[in-house]
């Protein structure tokens, strides 16, 4: 069965480094999103990219925040000067190849962790 | 902005019995409400989706109903298992959007 991988499944980093945070989407699949979970919180929306552009992004996506579809399976999610409040899990999903509205295939998560 | 509640934070229940979970929003009604389950540490692994215009869906033993009138989604699991025990999750996807919105989670505690 398809799914969606991301590495690494745990990153520390000191605050203000720039971290990198890796997927691969399921190969046919048109639409690709960052989440974030902090510990204990609901699951939050930061990002979606379409057609090789952001679609969509949430207040929590900002300048410290960018995304990118290097080649054609890596999309990369890269946060410029890491703060402490950026500790959380990192969800990479996908979802849509074509047809009608279906469901998100989510990877395992990158957990961050800043210190 | 659309809100998303799920009834409670955990829900404790016998093995065999149904657990009923419960999502509510508010604002505009979604096309499309999804519901998932996530394990401690993992990501959400999709279960099912219903269609603003469908009542009631169901895989094996799980149901979802959708009243758009009340802005309401049941989630029943029946004969419930241990390995049932998980946090579920109600996202709900806007119309003319194409990311979902989540809801906070119930967790399920199913005792053997």
């Known amino acids: 069965e398809p799914e969606v991988t991301q590495t690494p499944s745990h990153q520390v980093t000191q605050m203000g480094q720039e971290v990198i945070l890796r997927c691969v989407p399921i190969?046919?699949?048109?639409?690709f999103y960052w989440y974030r979970q902090i510990l204990g919180q609901k699951v939050e929306f930061l990002v979606s990219?379409?057609?090789?552009?952001?679609?969509?992004k949430s207040e929590i996506f900002d300048d410290q925040f960018s995304v990118e579809r290097p080649d054609g399976s890596n999309f990369t999610l890269k946060i410029r000067s890491t703060k402490l409040e950026d500790s959380a899990m990192y969800f990479c999903?996908?979802?849509?190849?074509?047809?009608?509205?279906?469901?998100?295939?989510f990877g395992q998560g990158t957990r961050l962790t800043v210190v | 902005s659309q809100k998303i509640e799920q009834n409670s934070e955990a829900l404790n229940i016998q093995e065999g019995k149904t657990a009923t979970l419960t999502c509510n929003y508010t604002?505009?009604?979604?096309?499309?409400l999804q519901w998932y389950r996530q394990d401690p540490g993992r990501g959400p692994v999709f279960l099912l989706l219903?269609?603003?215009?469908?009542k009631e869906k169901r895989k094996e033993r799980l149901k979802v109903t959708f009243d758009t009138t009340l802005k309401q989604s049941l989630f029943h699991i029946t004969a419930s298992q241990p390995a049932d025990s998980a946090t579920y999750l109600c996202?709900?996807?806007?119309?003319?959007?194409?990311?979902?919105?989540f809801g906070s989670g119930t967790r399920l505690q199913v005792q053997p």
């Open positions: 999903a996908s979802r849509f190849d074509g047809r009608e509205n279906t469901e998100a295939f």
């Open positions: 190969s046919n699949h048109l639409y």
């Open positions: 990219f379409y057609n090789n552009e952001i679609s969509e």
């Open positions: 604002n505009y009604s979604p096309a499309y």
């Open positions: 219903i269609r603003e215009n469908e």
């Open positions: 996202a709900l996807d806007p119309p003319g959007r194409r990311a979902l919105t």
